[in-house]
């Protein structure tokens, strides 16, 4: 019987899923001068409409846009800032730690994916970023003085999916469109989707949810814990249950990362799984 590890992943979205709200709104909007975030993403949504637009692009120009106005150079190390300043929910800092030793017990190496619409920049500024095997997320290009001049990347909730793939085949990059539309055998792959999990909140990550659930991998869904209602639709608990019920989720928890807690528990038990399916495959 091989004694080598097997890789696992867990891929997550970052806003909603690892974080409360949408990172921006956490020091740069306010930074911009604007008091209500809802104004901010009205307007990029009334921005992309009009010039019929995705609408990643949309609120990425306008981050500019706004810094712009207000006499504020967007450099790299200011996203780096403004990413330490983001909030986790419940448990998120100590997690990827613990679930790796739970996960190495069990024979398992597992790997730690961000797969977000969100800025690269800010997720490398947090505490977290080390814990990180890559981060697929949005991003911006630099001119000589280090200020960001354009979108480099632009993920949205449909794109996502690719990352998947990526990480599938054992691409760490978002550049390399020969490799990750290469054939590639099966058995082949880096990490075969039967050992990849991902965590995401909301309607933009089904995509990512479908894809992995189809291909035999573990989808959940998390929300935030101790939520009502919100203005509209249901309790972030009954959305999520939604997406069970649509078959676009296995699972569905609370957004609370502590040991004991269901999604602790959740994750344990895939684990445990995958350490079994991963001994018959070893014996047969």
């Known amino acids: 019987m091989s004694k080598k590890k097997k890789l696992m992943a867990i891929a997550y979205d970052f806003d909603g899923t690892l974080a409360p709200g949408n990172m921006p709104e956490h020091s740069f909007i306010p930074e911009v001068g604007i008091k209500k975030p809802r104004r901010f993403w009205d307007e990029a949504k009334a921005y992309a409409s009009k010039n019929d637009m995705d609408e990643i692009l949309s609120y990425m120009h306008l981050m500019l846009k706004k810094a712009d106005q207000n ?3 967007v450099k790299k190390e200011s996203f780096l800032q403004h990413g330490k300043r983001i909030p986790f929910f419940n448990g ?5 730690s613990r679930i790796n030793k739970y996960a190495s017990s069990k024979g398992i190496r597992l790997e730690h994916y961000i797969i977000s619409s969100g800025l690269r920049e ?5 505490s977290i970023s080390k814990k990180i ?3 697929f997320a949005s991003g911006f290009m630099y001119n000589q003085n280090n200020v960001a001049v354009w979108p480099a990347l632009a993920i949205n909730y449909t794109t996502k999916t690719q990352y998947l793939f990526r990480i599938n085949k054992g691409i ?3 550049h390399d469109n020969g490799k990750i539309n290469k054939y590639m055998p099966l058995d082949r792959r880096r990490i075969p989707f039967s050992r990849i999990v991902y965590i995401g909140d909301g309607e933009t990550d089904i995509p990512c949810m479908k894809l992995v659930k189809q291909q035999g991998g573990y989808a959940v869904a998390v929300y935030k814990p101790n939520v009502r209602k919100v203005k509209k639709g249901g309790s972030p608990k009954t959305k999520a249950l939604k997406l069970i019920e649509q078959e676009r989720a296995d699972y569905a928890v609370p957004a609370d990362y502590f040991t004991g807690k269901p999604l602790d528990k959740l994750i344990k038990a895939i684990i445990d799984k995958v350490a079994a399916n991963s001994r018959l495959e070893d014996v047969f």
């Open 122 to 126: 800010m997720i490398e500024g947090t």
């Open 133 to 135: 095997e890559y981060i």
């Open 172 to 174: 760490k990059n978002s």
């Open 92 to 96: 998120v800092r100590g997690w990827f």
């Open 71 to 73: 006499e504020i150079a």
